[in-house]
């Protein structure tokens, strides 16, 4: 076979294998949003099955002949040269998995869902305990296997965010703990903001409307794409031509739509703008979680809790809501949307005490792995790590050491991208603002086309031809560094909060 | 392998190959309830992908052998055997198609379907002409292939009604035109209903409600479905335990949205009805497409058009719409909703008229596939037999011979299901009446309940276990017989029209 034909034997595969993801996803997004109470047990047994057919198609020795041999010649473009190249990097770390631990793990992982979902109700750990444990021999064991240089988190990371590192974590933890904890606490000692009007009555569908207005607004495109409620919001995607996004609203709680809209439709601008002539190539597929959430964070906090932003859409919101806004100013909106406070919930941290939630993930993930940090003795350190970063006491293990679901599903080294999103937000957006004239003043007009434009060129249309470090060097010229995230907060939040 | 272990084998394939066709089923009510403009285009390719491997997994011929082999045994128990047996009889159906006339027929299917599209919006007959021959021959070639012994027609009716020959029908469409053309004719001569107030304005929301109420009186179960809004009402399951139902809502046309609900409700009780432990399997499946219409037509015609019906629910309704119905007495409104008047549209027919348009599709097909029929005449042939039986002329194509889209999917044979199940309808009801005593009373009091019961026990739960003509002669003692339709039109239509 020529390298034309196996080429196109390589791309028919991948798209194959698209498709059943693709018809997976479609039935994950109509689970959490349509899905009859019933229809969960036969639901299940279907995703399972075309996980499976997926599962083998992608693992195929055959497959892996083909990509070693598109791999090793010289006739490829540069763009089918990546695909390839990534492609076989997957399949090779797929195939290091055997059956029976793939079997095995999905089996822990689904009795520690359990667990977990019990010990979250009656609050209580000891009932996730044994489970947890299970589950950090099992990605040890994972780590063993993927193969790693320094770290076994090394490897568990790469799932997410490849090429990033322990050690770079830590340099970049380190930042967090020394600069961010101490302008957090210069923060705290000047008043409160009122933000109470945010806890007013927001009547559902005027929020759904206008959820669809900002949306649009920011180039979300309806044509290729829809929004629906669920419990919990999310992005999905079926071909970049078929982007959905989720939001829920608490009508004692604007924020919760607002913010959910903004944030899922950044993603949703991301997978928007991916190559669909890359349609289940690398090429044709995001990056990775960090630059994902990279692009969410962006218009989430960049753009969606600026200034400029507000100054041209807030008269409008004022309109829609007349009773809670009529009589507040831009300036005090303004304040109230970017209101520092520490919270014990993750999910509903502010821009800055965000980054705490990560940062004790991060260090009591790290300490399980290498076994610094007992079993036994693992919730007293959270509840201590809150106390020290947040001071926070923690009343009860619901709202502590299992608030989030992600370990249960046997995600470690998960938690970190979420900062890593924010920090490369600030480092691209930095670039934005240089690149193009104006930016500010652009957005305060109503315009963010041309920061999505920027956006689309520079990282949305290269699919996963660069790496991480790659894209960002490319894009700023210079690795990931604190340093625009810590100038952005100081700029942002000195101002709202009148510090020096 | 022992026989134990090879049903399980058969069994393990069946559920797989049912996961496959149910995930595609998402896929299809999806796309006509929430996709997006430009998601049609790699939805369409997914669903290819799933269809081919679904295939590919009931064509394999290791399959075949195992079914062979299974059904030649003895030690399977009797609902096991007739899995095996209906299983084999549609592996045999399947397999006599070659893989090259599968796609040849494909392509002819979707280059009519376009065909088509165009003619109905040029309403030009001539621009679908060539693909209704390359469609008949095709249909001829596949009958070769199938094998019949009468009559090429009957491979085609099979597909759709699995025993039912032409010779049948055509039995059955003497008396249609002989004793319901006749019918109909008196009726005429009768003075016309009023039902212009079932054309007013009746607000959506109210629309909405109101048919979910209904769906909720006559048992369908929201737990295991849900209803939405599509261009096309539809019903759909992807397991007896999340069947769907979709409805539309014309605001001037309160009758679109009642009896969508009541004829989909009825496809779903059946659904809903059939035994979960036989998912994937001929026992978990529906009979055919005549007794799946028998449960549509049930509900909404012997029941949703009842006069007992509506003397439980129209208060109820004249208080939802007390500006249309407020002053209207049940017996007008049970007159409206009953109203028989010609017209050029199959889907828009009344209860009787509706089988004049089938008797005509059946004719007409029937003489192209023996080609007593020319290509060149049969527009003139369809619109004499619309003057000649319904007493209307056709004014254009599109609302003529190009009104259904069925032939440019390459269905024929598939129109008669629609009046066997009226007929069925019709013979079903007539025994229930016979075993559940006071059926009528019990209806007027609002309980549908025990006929609901009837139906899941004499019909739903054996699955395919009988054929349509094993469960007419199981449940009334019969075969099919016209003369209880015939009887129920005479006696309900006879009392509206006040005729002797």
Known sequence: MNKEKQYKTYTERMQKIADINNAIAVLGWDKEVNLPVKGARFRSQQVATLS???????????????????????????????????????????????????????????????????????????????????????????????????????????????????????????????????????????????????????????????????????????????????????????????????TRIDENDFSNMLWSCIHEGGHALYEQGLPSDQYGLPLGAHISLGIHESQSRLWENNVGRSKAFWNHHYPALQALFPEHLGDLSVDAFYAAINKVQANLIRTEADELHYHFHVLIRFEIEKGLLEGSIPFDEVKDIWNAKYKEYLGVDVPNDSKGILQDIHWSHGSFGYFPTYSLGSFYAAQFYNQAEKDIAGLEGKIASGNTSELLDWLRTNIHAHGRFYSSQEICEKVTGEPLNFKYFMDYARKKFGSIYGLK
Not at 81 to 106: C, G, M, P, T, W
Not at 155 to 175: H, R
């Open 52 to 246: 499976g057919i997926s599962h083998e198609l992608f693992v195929d020795s055959e497959f892996g002949d083909l990509l070693e041999q598109l791999n090793a010649g010289n006739s490829l473009d540069i763009k089918q040269k990546k695909n390839v190249a990534l492609s076989l990097k997957d399949y090779q770390r797929n195939n290091k998995l055997s059956k029976e631990f793939v079997i095995r793990r999905s089996k822990i992982v689904s009795e520690s869902y359990h667990a977990w979902v019990t010990a979250n109700k009656q609050s209580d750990f000891e009932i996730f305990k044994p489970s947890l444990k299970k589950l950090v021999d099992l990605k040890l064991e994972e780590a063993e296997l993927i193969g790693y240089e320094e770290h076994p988190y090394d490897a568990l990371l790469d799932e997410f965010e490849p090429g990033m590192t322990t050690a770079e974590l830590e340099t970049l933890f380190i930042d967090v703990r020394e600069q961010l904890v101490e302008f957090v606490k210069e923060i705290k000692q000047q008043p409160e903001i009122n933000s109470a009007f945010l806890n007013q009555f927001y009547q559902k569908d005027k929020q759904w409307d206008y959820g669809i207005e900002i949306l649009k607004t920011i180039g979300y495109d309806f044509g290729a794409g829809r929004q629906d409620i669920s419990p919990h919001p999310f992005t999905t995607n079926f071909s970049s031509e078929d982007v959905r996004v989720t």
